[in-house]
């Protein structure tokens, strides 16, 4: 009965909602147990803080803090099945979220400019769902994702420009799907340790960039700039065996593309239509037997592309192809190659 009593007595603290013109308000939380719920809000006011500790199994947090500027919310979630439900509008918000169990979720999305997500999670088969909607001046930060089986979605949809999204995800079978759509200026850094892993980037903005860095075997990744984006750039960086990258920019003036594959059996497809003033380069090394480069730019002129398999390289081939463009640009290398095969057609 000592338990029911004191998860009541919390239940009443967490459901409290502030709301008027006063400023630096604060709600604290710790709740233990087991199927315990916590609902906290923070209604038109600035510079308040809600802190809230959960430690326990199916627990659940959802925070809402509206209306305000320059407050911020925490969680901790420590246990197995848990999930967080936090929703920010206004201007200058901050979340920080961490969760370290297995089978836990994360649900965030902050609307305005200036917001700021912050979140980690350690453990097997968890999700975090991360949107940013409307603003400019926004970034989303994931310092961890360690575990195997486990999911990360991120959408940043941006009024202006100057958004930036930065994520690492640690161990096998895990996946990473981003949409970062905005005007100009944004960002994109992701890094993947581990095998059997799978990126998906799509961004939409100019003057942007894309970074990825995959280490491990057998893992895939696709890099997306649409939109008629110019000044852009995307690098994907993979080391280890049996992996596979696809990179494509559709449209615009001065992108470039550097895609980089150290090991064996691997293999990119790089893609530029539609550009000018454009150039891809890539490059295979480290033994790789068994690996191929396809390189492609349709429509458009004044474009390059530097295609590279070097250091050992057996059984591999690169494929390079340039059509309805003038004054491009194809420079194909092989060394230390046997059985190896290179094809290059230039239509203009």
Avoid: P, W
């Amino acid at each position: 009965m000592t338990f029911k009593k004191t998860q009541l007595i919390v239940s009443i603290i967490a459901t409290m909602t502030c709301s008027g013109s006063y400023a630096g308000n604060v709600i604290d939380s710790n709740q233990t147990g087991t199927n315990v719920t916590g609902t906290f809000s923070q209604m038109t006011t600035t510079d308040n803080s809600i802190v809230v500790s959960q430690d326990g199994s199916d627990m659940t947090a959802t925070i809402t803090q509206s209306n305000g500027s320059g407050s911020s919310a925490s969680l901790i979630q420590t246990g197995n099945g848990n999930s967080s439900i936090t929703d920010q509008q206004g201007t200058g918000q901050t979340v920080t979220l961490t969760q370290n169990g297995s089978n836990d979720q994360i649900s965030t999305e902050s609307v305005g400019d200036g917001h700021s997500i912050n979140a980690a999670q350690e453990g097997a088969n968890n999700v975090m769902d991360l949107d940013q909607l409307g603003g400019s001046d926004n970034a989303i930060d994931v310092t961890i994702q360690g575990g195997s089986d486990n999911a990360i979605y991120v959408y940043q949809q941006n009024g202006t420009s100057a958004s930036s999204i930065t994520i690492s995800q640690i161990d096998t079978s895990n996946v990473i799907g981003i949409n970062q759509d905005g005007s100009t200026n944004v960002s994109l850094n992701i890094d993947q340790q581990g095998s059997s892993n799978g990126a998906d980037m799509v961004q939409t903005a100019s003057d942007s960039s894309m970074v990825l860095t995959q280490g491990g075997d057998v893992n895939i990744a696709g890099l997306t700039q649409s939109g008629g984006v110019s000044g852009s750039a995307m690098t994907a960086d993979q080391s280890g065996d049996t992996n596979m990258m696809a990179l494509t920019q559709d449209g615009g003036q001065g992108n470039t593309m550097t895609a980089t594959q150290g090991g064996q059996a691997n293999n990119m497809e790089l893609t530029q239509t539609s550009a000018v003033d454009s150039s891809m380069l890539a490059e295979q090394s480290a033994d790789v037997a068994g690996s191929y480069i396809t390189g492609t730019q349709l429509a458009g002129d004044a474009n390059a592309m530097m295609l590279y398999q070097v250091n050992g390289t057996a059984q591999s081939m690169i494929a390079a192809s340039q059509s309805e463009g003038t004054a491009a640009l194809i420079d194909v290398r092989q060394t230390n190659c046997a059985s190896c095969t290179v094809t290059a057609t230039q239509t203009h």
